[in-house]
Structure formats: C-alpha cells, structure tokens
T-cell receptor, first 116, second 109 residues
Framework: GAVVSQHPSWVICKSGTSVKIECRSLDFQATTMFWYRQFPKQSLMLMATSNEGSKATYEQGVEKDKFLINHASLTLSTLTVTSAHPEDSSFYIC????????????FGSGTRLTVV | DAKTTQPTSMDCAEGRAANLPCNHSTISGNEYVYWYRQIHSQGPQYIIHGLKNNETNEMASLIITEDRKSSTLILPHATLRDTAVYYCIVSYRDDKIIFGKGTRLHILP
C-alpha cells in the first residue's frame, strides 16, 4: 500500500533556531500533501495544504512566515519551523494521497519537535 | 465546526466486538464517511470508508443507517493492539481532513 515517510521522527532544537521536517510519498506521486500538528491529549489540527509547484494554503491562525512549506516535487514536501520557541514543541504529521486514486489518506509517522 | 459527534471514550473486552458509533446528521449527499484511528504517538491510519452501503474490509465493518445520519464502526474481534483514538470523519472524496476529538477506545484484557 501507499507509504508516506516522515523525517526526522524526533528532533530537539534550541530556541531561536529553525527546523526542517520532510514528508515523502514513497510509491506514489502526491500533488497535494497536508501538514498537521498535535499537542498532547488533543486532536490533530490542520495547519496547511501543500500544493506541488505553488504556494501552500494555510489554515486560519497559522503563521505562514513561521511555518514555511515547500512542495518542490511530486514526492516531497517540507515544513520548516522558523525561529522555533518552546510553544512550538508539538507532534507534526503529514499526509498525502495519489489524487484520483482510491480513498483515504496515508499519514506519516510524525515528527516530535521539542524546543528547549 | 465538527460535522460528527462521537462518544469521548469506550471500553471493550478483548476478543469481543467493538462497536463505535458516530452521528453525522448534517451529512451531504456526496459526502463519504471515513474512519481513521491513531495509536499513541503514531500517525493516523485509514480504516474504512463508505457512502451509502455497508462496507467490510480486513480491518473492520462499517454500518451506515439508511438515512445516512449515523454510522457504526465494528471491530469484530478486538485485541489489545486496537487500543487507539478512533476518528469518524465526513468529507468529500478529495477534501482535506478535519479531525474532531474522536473516541478513545480501551481494550481491556
């Protein structure tokens, strides 16, 4: 079945630095990928829709200058958390599906970001 | 706004069938019912979907009422590994997924 690989699985960074998270569709092409974040004991919150070759669409309340999304190829989307602060510590998850094929989205295994 | 209503949590004995209900009274004609689950500290996993008819796959069965205002996910023989948060989601096929709070299912040994 479809596989979405997310890297790294966890990362610790210092406050003020930037962190890049990669999301790859391994065996299919994804023109659209989605980025979520999840705080402890809460549900997933959609942050943005990543569109291959064009700008991402951000959900209301998500700072696009802080969470930079790049979808430069049909199999790779990246999320960069810029100038990270402790409140950005969270579980970040991506998802994708080959458009027009089947139903249901495949999710990555998530990246746990801790900002110290 | 949440399109679905699910119980916050449920318990089920290991080996028994787990029946997870979901209300979606405002579902539109072309919207599907999707079920996902999230095991602790992992990404969500697609389980099953349906439009009008009942569906079954290797993981679960989905029963949708005739008026489509509610559905039930059935895990026929629950195991400890089925302990997870289960999300019922209503959406069009290619729409983004908006997660509600889901049902936390505890499988009891």
């Amino acid at each position: 079945g479809a596989v979405v690989s997310q890297h790294p699985s966890w990362v610790i960074c210092k406050s003020g630095t930037s962190v890049k998270i990669e999301c790859r569709s391994l065996d299919f092409q994804a023109t659209t990928m989605f980025w979520y974040r999840q705080f402890p004991k809460q549900s997933l919150m959609l942050m943005a829709t990543s569109n291959e070759g064009s700008k991402a669409t951000y959900e209301q309340g998500v700072e696009k200058d802080k969470f930079l999304i790049n979808h430069a190829s049909l199999t790779l989307s990246t999320l960069t958390v810029t100038s990270a602060h402790p409140e950005d510590s969270s579980f970040y998850i991506c998802s994708a599906r080959e458009l027009g094929q089947g139903h249901g989205y495949t999710f990555g295994s998530g990246t746990r970001l801790t900002v110290v | 706004d949440a399109k679905t209503t699910q119980p916050t949590s449920m318990d089920c004995a290991e080996g028994r069938a787990a029946n997870l209900p979901c209300n979606h009274s405002t579902i539109s004609g072309n919207e599907y019912v999707y079920w996902y689950r999230q095991i602790h500290s992992q990404g969500p996993q697609y389980i099953i979907h349906g439009l009008k008819n009942n569906e079954t796959n290797e993981m679960a069965s989905l029963i949708i009422t005739e008026d489509r205002k509610s559905s039930t996910l059935i895990l026929p023989h629950a195991t400890l590994r089925d302990t997870a948060v289960y999300y019922c989601i209503v959406s069009y096929r290619d729409d983004k997924i908006i997660f509600g709070k889901g049902t936390r299912l505890h499988i009891l040994p």
